[in-house]
């Protein structure tokens, strides 16, 4: 771990009756209204947990970037609707404790990856939707990787919830407007676990509604090309930081 982060784990941001949402923190030791990510892990909505980050947490916290890796609820106990509430809810936290934190509160990301670039464009995207609260702060950037940004289709169908219009609702793709943040897209050619598809729709949507986007497209990896020893770590947070220095 780089010598200059400082990382405290398993902080407390959400309570409910039967359980608690936690998260980890990576900090630059000179911490000074530095910009921060927000990053949300991968899992099919059903698995995975805030570490699968911590890598590029460390990384980007080494170039002065504070990083928070929140845990969210998973199906099936959680719909997407929850999740989503849930990861607006690591960032608002990001936003209260900004001063100790030693955050800049206009330059906060989100990060995601699979299901958790689903639900960080959706809170990037449509937060008041999920969480009823007009007044949470705009997101800076968004980082999507290897993501979902269409769930109409009939398999997401036991996760959207019950409502009429879920599907659409909780697709990414149908938010986009002049409103919508930065964005960088990574996605590798080759992945069979997400057709890289996904990226390229959303990317297209994003260029009509004449927003800033980067799209990466990974020539190999898999779905899981961005932790990838094999060249494409190194590629990836490159690309990344050049996008950072300019959008954040």
Not at 46 to 52: F, V
Request: hydrophobic share 40%.
């Amino acid at each position: 771990m780089a010598s200059r982060v400082i990382v405290e784990r398993d902080v407390l941001f959400r309570e409910f009756e039967d359980r608690t949402l936690r998260l980890d923190t990576y900090r630059p030791a000179e911490t000074d209204s530095n910009p921060a990510i927000v990053y949300v892990h991968g899992g099919a909505w059903r698995a995975g947990s805030k570490g699968q980050f911590s890598r590029y947490a460390v990384e980007f916290a080494d170039r002065g970037y504070v990083g928070i890796n929140p845990n969210y609820r998973l199906a099936p106990d959680a719909t997407m609707a929850e999740m989503v509430a849930d990861v607006r809810a690591g960032i608002d936290w990001c936003h209260e404790h900004a001063e100790s934190l030693g955050v800049d509160p206009d330059r906060i990301a989100v990060a995601g990856h699979s299901a958790g670039a689903h639900l960080a464009a959706l809170a990037a995207l449509a937060a008041p939707e999920f969480t009823g609260d007009d007044s949470a702060p705009p997101i800076a950037a968004l980082i999507a990787f290897s993501g979902v940004y269409d769930v109409r289709a009939e398999k997401y169908a036991p996760l959207v919830g019950d409502r009429p219009d879920a599907a659409a609702r909780s697709s990414p793709i149908t938010w986009v407007d002049g409103g919508a943040p930065p964005t960088f897209l990574g996605h590798a050619v080759d992945d069979e676990t997400v057709p890289i598809d996904e990226t390229d729709a959303f990317y297209e949507e994003l260029l009509s509604a004449g927003i800033p986007a980067d799209r990466f497209r990974a020539d190999g990896g898999g779905h899981t090309f961005l932790y990838d020893d094999m060249g494409w770590y190194e590629e990836t947070t490159e690309r990344l930081a050049d996008f950072l220095d300019r959008h954040l």
